[in-house]
């Protein structure tokens, strides 16, 4: 005979019908009671029962509104970033374009200005376009420079533009000499395993000459293509030896070609090649320091009685 249970289901909905009947009649008791008390009753749950509730949901709110708030500030922060960039950019671009424009201005007629357009294609990185072309003048072979110094060369010419080859190209060499015009040699590129890493090698250098790092290459003038002068870039370190009878140097190169949107093409004037371009690129000779001015020396003056003329 299985065991008496007491069925627990009718106690437990009395139960929570006097629970509902006791919440209804505390409803009805505080709608009636005055304002006052009711208020005072609402300040002491929220300052006792309420009060962990009314905690988290301040925290939540101010949590919210500092996301809001961080969410503001960082997009405030990138665009001073960006403006900044933008401003950095323009500032180095100005500066090279005012420096573009005063070569030009020294140079004279024999110049061409360009803008460099890089094709952006594979196999054409050492390659770049300029929007002049035949009829500005422009041949095959013209060089091209910027304010800091040689560029590259013209490869091909047509009526209005014209595509040419900068110093990381392998065929580019030039005929370079420091400029004391002691030294002779050939400047060749030399590729790196990234377009950062390419840079210029100076051969032919007899193995008793040593150039020091810092010294300044240029253009020698020999054979037909570059004039005499133009910067092409200073002397690294030693870069080789070939069986005790030739150096070869690091050349670091008077232009970034990456960075170069303006250049100028050397066209000749009037038909004639120009030949010589060495003040173009000479160093400014220092202005001597003003002497001094002595002050002359005051006599002393003598006292009356103390042995000399009153």
Do not use: C
């Not at 437990?12 to 008791?29: E, F, K, P, Q, Y």
């Not at 809001?68 to 403006?83: G, N, W």
């Amino acid at each position: 005979m299985p065991p008496y249970e007491v069925d627990g289901s009718e106690a437990r909905s009395r139960r929570g019908l006097v629970l509902s009947s006791a919440w209804v009649l505390a409803s009805i008791l505080l709608m009636v009671l005055p304002v006052p008390v009711q208020q005072g009753i609402s300040a002491a749950l929220r300052g006792t029962l309420l009060a962990p509730f009314l905690w988290t949901q301040e925290s939540l709110n101010r949590t919210r509104i500092r996301a809001v708030e961080i969410e503001a500030l960082q997009a405030r922060f990138d665009s001073t970033v960006a403006l900044l960039a933008a401003q950095s950019t323009l500032g180095a671009e100005n500066a090279h374009l005012r420096a573009l424009l005063e070569l030009r201005e020294r140079a004279g007629p024999a110049f061409v200005s360009a803008s460099a357009i890089r094709p952006g294609t594979r196999g054409s990185e050492s390659m770049f376009l300029l929007d002049v072309g035949s009829e500005d003048g422009v041949a095959v072979n013209d060089p091209v420079v910027a304010a800091e110094g040689l560029v590259g060369l013209i490869r091909e010419v047509g009526p209005r533009n014209s595509l040419a080859l900068d110093w990381t190209h392998p065929d580019f060499a030039v005929s370079t000499m420091t400029l004391d015009a002691e030294t002779f040699g050939i400047v060749e590129a030399r590729g790196g395993t990234f377009r950062e890493e390419d840079r210029l090698i100076l051969s032919g250098i007899p193995f008793y000459t040593t150039l020091e790092p810092g010294e300044v290459l240029v253009t020698s003038g020999q054979g037909a293509v570059y004039p005499r002068g133009i910067r092409v870039g200073t002397i690294l370190s030693l870069a080789e030896t070939e069986a005790g009878w030739r150096r070869g140097y690091w050349v670091t190169p008077a232009v970034r070609v990456g960075s170069v949107t303006h250049v100028l093409v050397i066209t000749g004037e009037e038909g004639r090649p120009v030949s010589e371009l060495t003040h173009l690129w000479a160093e400014p000779e220092p202005e001597p320091e003003p002497e001094p001015e002595v002050e002359p020396e005051l006599e002393p003056e003598l006292e009356p009685g103390s042995g000399g003329t009153p």
